[in-house]
């Protein structure tokens, strides 16, 4: 008996230990479906893009980046590519990338192409080859605050030499898959941007 409670303390020990803590993810941001027709059910086009969908999440790295053009041949073939925000976690990105991926197939069931974001992952897979396509890249989103700044001119002089210190951050960023970076910076009225 003892030996046992020994045991499952043991067990739940690491459990605990092995469990990251996640966030709770945003709402979805986007979602939205292609044009380019349907698959059938358990077809070998379903098949790949399960197996490409369950694997994502494990082949991506501390860059949050991670593309795939491997699964599948020609008519059968599925392309996926996964983006994190920069400056979450690997445990919470990979957690993200499941959870979209699960949630594009039930919202377009056989739909060929999706895509969609929260605000810490996004995701699209197509039948069409995507890696070194930039003409078939996601549809950016752009979300803003509609609040107005108090003095907008001084507002985007500070913005703007915040901005282009990132950019030389973010491109100096010594992964070249990872090119990120944050900061902020004190506007007029002592607002942080
Ligand atoms: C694809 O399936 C959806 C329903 O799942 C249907 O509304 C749509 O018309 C189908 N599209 C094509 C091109 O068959
Ligand atoms: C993607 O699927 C659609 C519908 O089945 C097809 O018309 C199109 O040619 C496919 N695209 C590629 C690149 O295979
Ligand atoms: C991507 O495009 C560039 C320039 O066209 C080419 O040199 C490179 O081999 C391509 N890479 C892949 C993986 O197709
Ligand atoms: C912000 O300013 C624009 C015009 O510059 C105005 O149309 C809009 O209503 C303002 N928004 C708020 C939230 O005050
Ligand atoms: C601003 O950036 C500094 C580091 O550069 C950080 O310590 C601080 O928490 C940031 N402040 C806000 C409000 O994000
Ligand atoms: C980040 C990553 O995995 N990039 C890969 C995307 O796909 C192309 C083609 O398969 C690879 O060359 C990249 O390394």
């Not at 092995?18 to 086009?45: M, W």
């Not at 392309?79 to 990979?94: E, K």
């Not at 999706?114 to 003409?135: P, V, W």
Request: charged residues 20%; aromatic residues 10%.
């Amino acid at each position: 008996m003892a030996i046992q409670k020994w045991l499952l303390f043991l067990f739940l020990h690491n459990l605990y230990h092995h469990i990251p803590t996640l966030a709770r993810l945003s709402d979805l941001k986007y979602v939205q479906c292609g044009s380019n027709g349907n698959y059938t059910e358990d077809s070998s086009y379903q098949n790949n893009l399960n197996t490409l969908l369950y694997s994502l999440s494990l082949n991506i790295d501390e860059s949050g980046f991670y593309n795939a053009s491997s699964i599948g041949q020609n008519s059968d073939k599925v392309s996926a590519i996964v983006l994190c925000r920069g400056d979450i976690g690997l445990d919470q990105c990979r957690y993200c990338v499941d959870n979209i991926g699960q949630r594009l197939v039930e919202i377009y069931p056989n739909q060929k192409e999706a895509n969609a974001g929260y605000d810490e992952c996004s995701l699209q897979y197509t039948n069409r080859s995507i890696i070194n396509d930039t003409t078939s890249l996601p549809t950016l989103y752009y979300f803003w605050n509609h609040e107005n700044a108090s003095q907008p001119e001084e507002f985007n002089k500070d913005l703007e030499i915040l901005l282009i210190d990132l950019r030389g951050q973010a491109a100096n960023g010594g992964d070249p898959r990872r090119k990120y970076a944050s900061g902020n910076a004190t506007g007029p009225d002592f607002q942080t941007i």
